[in-house]
């Protein structure tokens, strides 16, 4: 077993891979990493905080998008190579509404999947008896729908009415972001909960989770 000072040497290893958008040397680094019994839960954690981090350096204009489409497309690949969490955390629908953007979705996918969640990415275009085709599935806990123009809200509102018609809205929390949405748009299509950036996404959808728990237990008791 690799001392802590040595898988910490592997971890940036990685870190340095992806900060220079390196997709062949940081899936080098993982495999090494994984040789040297590095848990994947860390390497999870890695890739976390470079997205993390990535975010923030984008919002201060330090990155550009081709920055972030490269490091989301290395942790996607690389999420492959690693072993499953202990314990998912929970089951997640995620879709971009009616529309082509692809790139705020991938973001939260990857810091969702690097968290302990299990997705079912939908992709782009997606219209809404898709996605409760999926719910009924794959009987998720949450579903996060993204709508990047305004013409495309009211199909996030139409998934929220289709929940109800079939009998599925107490079963699912449903979670809306993009930037056509706010929590005035939230609050009045009845949705669970809003995020304004990727961060909070990941932030709302743990709180979203835990609330079902909790909800489950007293139930239960």
Known sequence: MSSTRQKEEYLEEIREACLKFNFFDAEDAVEKALGANVPSAQIRDCFTRIMSDACKKWETREYCLPHLYALTSINEAIHGLLEPPAEIKGKVIIATMGSMHYFGKQLVKCLL??????????????????????????????????????????????????????????????????????????????????????????????????EMKRRKERWQS
Not at 133 to 156: G, H, N, R, T
Not at 162 to 186: H, M, N, P
């Open 113 to 210: 999947m690097n968290d302990g969640f299990e997705l079912y990415d939908l992709g782009e275009t997606v219209l809404p008896l898709m996605v409760i085709e999926k719910v009924k599935e794959v009987k998720p806990d949450i579903i996060c729908l993204s709508a990047l123009v305004a013409v495309c809200l009211p199909l996030q509102k139409e998934v929220e009415v289709l929940l109800e018609k079939e009998g599925l809205r107490d079963r699912v929390k449903l979670l809306v972001g993009g930037i056509s949405t706010s929590q005035r748009w939230a609050d009045e299509m009845k949705a669970d909960g809003w995020a304004q950036d990727a961060v909070g996404a990941v932030r709302e959808v743990n709180r979203l989770v835990k």
